[in-house]
């Protein structure tokens, strides 16, 4: 009951009007991109690899990571912020209940909306016919997972600094830095990234596996789809019991309030 | 119920709880000091938002840090003013209720006792986001009381209340406080505090100035001269009548504002009901009428020259 209420009022929380209405804008780019495309060119498009394209980059390699930066450092800065953390802190429910509520709240909004961002960029690109083809329904299966792998990664990050500018700008510089640039570096670099494994998981083909640049025929390390598995679920459970720990034990109180 | 050992607490190079040794038990006991004396600290400390940088502090013989089992007996009313909005009165109430572990029935019952104890069960049901500074301090002392704590721990309950809420929120208080419960309240006014209880705390730059009863810090005040300024239309007359009073031990006439006087005396209380007296005698016309020193700086800059 109590997490129950914990989670609900999470919910409530993280879908403030002025925080969905930024999500509104992520779920939409790749829909509006692809129908922008579509427009505008009417042949010599090719419309599965055009939704892979979309789906790599945009869908899960910019709205996925964004949306659990966004979500998953809200959890708790949030609440920071407005200071109103001071509530429920003083409670007797163990801290990390606390914070296992707020992150499954987060991952289910990011979650949903990842899935919206995606059917919306299928049904405008392949439609019903090219699901199949296309993987999608192992795609959009794969975005749960990581979001949770994602969204561990930030909050902890949140958890360690108890702001928000800090983990913000740390998830804008590695979703848009390292995720796009590092599984484009030739070697062995890729295996740093969470999205190589994604990727993998989801059998989204990127560009470089489409053309076999240097970059990509330079990798030494084969990635096989259960360490992808085993990486990302890693990930997932390491990062949140650091997260629930590090919670339990550190102070958190609004920033003018300890000046 | 509340120990602080050798308590200090450090933000960095600042500090903001200095070595306070007390200890706290049933009744209302205030927590006084100007502002940035370390009273928010020191609560802070007690409600196990912080921890000590040096000694103890424990509640009921337990670390409150992060400890549910100190919550459980707890209630705290923050002095921040945020709450949550988009919510009404009573959602928010519930919701502290079910956090604290009441369920069914009972948690219906102790959610309405809350509100109309704080007198909010009319606006309980309105968004939080439109209440008034005052209503909101009232729907922060339901949601401190709905578990019916043994402790109860209050950051400037009385800020935004009218006189009326105010005389309400200290009956309220003490009613509590006769079940044999532990009220803690902070505040930067005396005089609000002197009426609900003689049991008092002072803080001042982070330090226990003084502990105990009100009226021995009051008879520690008394001791020094207590300063009170006068206007009036005929000045010079005044100070003839105020001199020739026994309470009073000087009267200056104000060298910047020629229809100011500043009397000094050394008995507050016999002044202030001679005063009134003596100019309805004599038919003066008083325009204004304050004491500089009837503020909580005053009082500290009294007890630090004690």
Sequence with gaps: MTDLILYQSAIRDLTRPKRLFWVCVLILIAPALALLVRLSIHNHLDIASFYQQLCSTIVYGFVLVLLSVLFATGAITSELEQKTIVYLLTRPVARWRILLAKYLAAVTIATLAAWLSLSLLAAITIGAQGLAAAHFWLQMGIIPLGVLAYSGVFLFIAALTGRTLVPLGIGIFYGFLWETIVPELPGNFKVASLMTYLHLMAKIKTQNQDSGSLFSTASTFHITLSVAWLVILLTFILSLMASLMLFSVKEYVPREETA | ?306
Excluded at chain 2, 86 to 97: C, I, K, Y
Excluded at chain 2, 165 to 172: A, F, N
Excluded at chain 2, 186 to 205: P, R
Aim: proline share 4%; aromatic share 6%; glycine share 8%.
């Design chain 2, 1 to 306: 119920m509340i120990t602080l050992e050798r308590a200090s607490r450090w933000y960095g190079q600042v500090i903001g709880l200095n070595d306070v040794t007390c200890s706290i038990g049933p009744g209302i006991t205030a927590l006084l000091g100007p502002n940035g004396a370390g009273k928010s600290s020191m609560l802070k400390l007690i409600t196990g938002q912080l921890r000590p940088t040096t000694g103890k502090v424990t509640m009921f013989g337990l670390d409150p840090f992060a400890n549910p089992n100190v919550y459980n007996r707890m209630g705290y009313c923050p002095e921040i003013e945020s709450a949550y909005d988009e919510v009404t009165g009573r959602q928010f109430v519930s919701l502290m209720a079910t956090l604290a572990g009441l369920r069914g029935e009972t948690h219906k019952r102790s959610v309405t006792n809350a509100l109309q104890l704080v007198d909010m069960e009319s606006a309980a049901n309105r968004k939080m986001g439109g209440y008034s500074k005052g209503m909101r301090q009232r729907i922060k002392v339901a949601q401190a009381i709905v578990h019916d704590p043994q402790v109860l721990i209050l950051d400037e309950p009385f800020n935004g209340l009218d006189p009326v809420s105010r005389r309400d929120m200290g009956l309220v208080l003490s009613n509590l406080a006769n079940q044999g419960k532990c009220v803690l309240l902070s505040s930067h006014i005396l005089h609000e505090v002197e009426q609900m209880t003689s049991t008092v705390l002072m803080l001042y730059k982070g330090r226990l100035l003084a502990s105990g009863n009100v009226r021995e810090i009051r008879g520690l005040i008394d001791r020094f001269p207590h300063k009170i300024s006068v206007e009036s239309d005929r000045v010079r007359e005044l100070a003839e009548h105020l001199i020739s009073l026994e309470s009073v031990i000087g009267v200056k006439l104000d060298s910047t504002n020629r229809s100011r006087l500043e009397i000094e005396t050394s008995t507050p209380d016999r002044f202030y009901s001679d005063f009134p007296a003596m100019v309805l005698e004599h038919k003066f016309q008083i325009t204004r009428f304050y004491s500089p020193d009837n503020n909580l700086e005053s009082v500290f800059h009294y007890l630090i020259q004690g």
